[in-house]
């Protein structure tokens, strides 16, 4: 009954990949054909087989994979520091009551502002480099990660703290063997979130200033009208984020596997 | 005397002013002695076993209570993540505890309560009642010597609810523990305690104290205690104890 089921599963499954593939094929073919035919203007809009052939020779040159680099290594750090740095604050204003309430107005005010509205700011303060565009993805993740976070922790049912509270656990004690752990899934869920809103600072700090990187490719393609260089930016961009995201998946995967079967 | 509470009050600062919510509690539980406490909702129930536990201070009188005090809620609240065995040991971990005595004292219980089996397992594969079982032995497993459960069944299905307070009652008398238990339930209160206080409305008092002797030709069990005729005499005082103090 059981191998029943999962074979009638895995040929849904399957059959659902293969539709999706399907489309994907479509909707490039009607691209190529498109502009092909003349229906689509090739100076607007490209065509997916110039978008390979230049991948093609930027493979070859070697010359993505600096792009690749640059910008990768600088998502992963605004990530890490940002995610980091964001559960600690979340940490702190959870210990403290006090200055949660103190901070409050100020965290909606910037959680409210468009954040990218900072990012000549922060150029201006760590640089041009890779510095600079790190602060900027990490000033544009933070707050969100502060907020969420903090909010997380402090929706904790009151009786598993009173529980915690009857066995004279600290607050220290609280934290890292109820807070924590039983928001573990919640926290994996902001660094995918974190993913993204990373790369939206990357790309944008590349824009503003770099020499090299995903989003320079693509703002300079841009600038001299090569929509070829701007299309294959925008998807070696889709790709990146997609692998990060299926590789927060497989680092939650191993994390719960590792604690059992309890989420 | 394991725990006497003298003069207890308590009262709470909100917006509208100063709320009183206990009013000078006075009693006190024998060794191995289940006390029910019961009471109109919102007459401080809750309160008094915080105050007993030490979560809160009461604003005036004292506890005075020998041994250690074990909290057990309505929910089991076991930890998701953590197996059977490791949510047991909760309670030693956070105080540390966790010498090979306890540990063998927490192997014992699991092997004697059932749950040995199910100890590498997650506490979403058992039951409403086994759940609540391996609560209560992570509060035994502390060396609690005084037990406050808190409507320990309100939130089980009526037929799980007999049965838990079945288990419950049994691991309670076996291990020699003085109880308090909270509960609205009356059929519940008389089936499981020695004694019954009624807390009168808010600010509450203690209004009346039954000692409950029922006649059984079986040993008492919650749910031999049922069959008892003396049950429903009991039930009918209790009943019009707390419907009397009803506003009309």
């Known amino acids: 009954m059981k191998k029943c089921l999962s074979k009638e599963y895995k040929f849904g499954r399957l059959k659902l990949i293969l539709s999706q593939i399907a489309l994907l094929v479509l909707f490039l073919g009607i691209w ?33 994979f600096k792009h690749i680099s640059i910008s990768l290594l600088e998502t992963i750090l605004g990530i890490t520091i940002g995610s980091v740095a964001g559960i600690l ?17 100020f965290l909606v005010i910037l959680n409210a502002l468009p954040k990218t509205a900072l990012a000549p700011i922060m150029i201006i303060w760590a640089g041009t480099g890779v510095r600079g565009i790190v602060l900027v993805a990490i000033s544009i993740l933070i707050i969100v990660t502060i907020i969420s976070t903090y909010n997380y922790f402090i929706n904790m049912e009151p009786e598993k703290i009173l529980m915690m509270k009857s066995f004279r656990a600290n607050k220290f004690q609280i934290y890292t063997k109820l807070i924590f752990p039983s928001n573990l899934v919640n926290i994996i869920g902001v660094v995918k979130i974190n993913i993204g809103l990373a790369w939206v600072g990357v790309i944008v700090g590349e824009f503003l200033v770099s020499r090299a990187g995903i989003g320079y490719l693509i703002m300079y393609g841009g600038q001299v009208f090569r929509l070829d260089l701007v299309m294959m930016g925008v998807v070696i961009l889709s790709l990146l984020a997609y692998i990060m995201y299926e590789a927060v998946n497989l680092i939650e995967k191993i994390l719960l596997k590792k604690r059992g079967k309890g989420i | 005397m394991v725990l006497e509470l003298k003069d207890v009050s308590m009262h709470f600062c909100i917006k509208e002013g100063r709320l009183e919510v206990l009013d000078k ?3 006190s539980i024998r060794e191995g002695e289940i006390v ?7 007459s401080g129930k809750t309160t008094t076993l ?6 809160l201070k009461p604003t005036g009188g004292e506890v ?6 074990g909290y057990m809620f309505q929910r089991d609240n076991l930890l998701e993540w953590r197996t059977i065995y490791k949510n047991v040991i909760l309670g030693l971990e956070i105080q540390k ?25 997650h506490p979403s594969e058992l039951s409403g009642g086994m759940r609540q079982r391996v609560a209560l032995i992570r509060t035994l497993a502390t060396g609690a010597e005084i037990l406050l459960l808190d409507e320990p069944f309100a939130s089980l299905d009526y037929q799980t609810k ?12 076996n291990e020699k523990k003085s109880t308090i238990i909270v509960t609205h339930d009356l059929s519940e209160a008389i089936s499981m305690s020695d004694r019954i206080i009624i807390l009168s409305e808010r600010p509450a008092r203690v209004m009346k104290t039954y000692d409950i002797n029922l006649t059984l030709d079986e040993e008492r069990t919650p749910l031999s205690a049922r069959k008892s005729p003396d049950f429903r005499i009991y039930f009918d005082k209790l009943w019009r104890d707390l419907n009397e103090k009803m506003p009309k």
């Open chain 2, 25 to 27: 509690i006075n009693f």
């Open chain 2, 36 to 42: 029910a406490l019961v009471g109109p909702s919102g």
């Open chain 2, 50 to 55: 915080n105050i007993i536990a030490g979560l």
């Open chain 2, 97 to 121: 505890k966790l010498t090979p005595e306890a540990v063998e004292k927490v192997k014992r219980m699991l092997k004697t309560y059932g749950l040995w089996d199910f100890r590498n397992c």
């Open chain 1, 89 to 105: 604050v979340a940490t702190i204003l959870w210990a403290s009551e006090r200055l949660s309430k103190l901070l409050e107005p």
């Open chain 2, 162 to 173: 007999l049965l838990v307070s079945e288990d419950i009652y049994k691991i309670i008398k």
């Open chain 1, 32 to 64: 190529e054909v498109g502009a092909r035919i003349g229906l689509l203007d090739e100076f607007f809009f490209s065509k997916p087989s110039s978008i390979a052939v230049l991948f093609w020779k930027y493979l070859k040159s070697n010359k993505i």
């Open chain 2, 64 to 69: 005075i209570a020998k041994g250690e005090i």
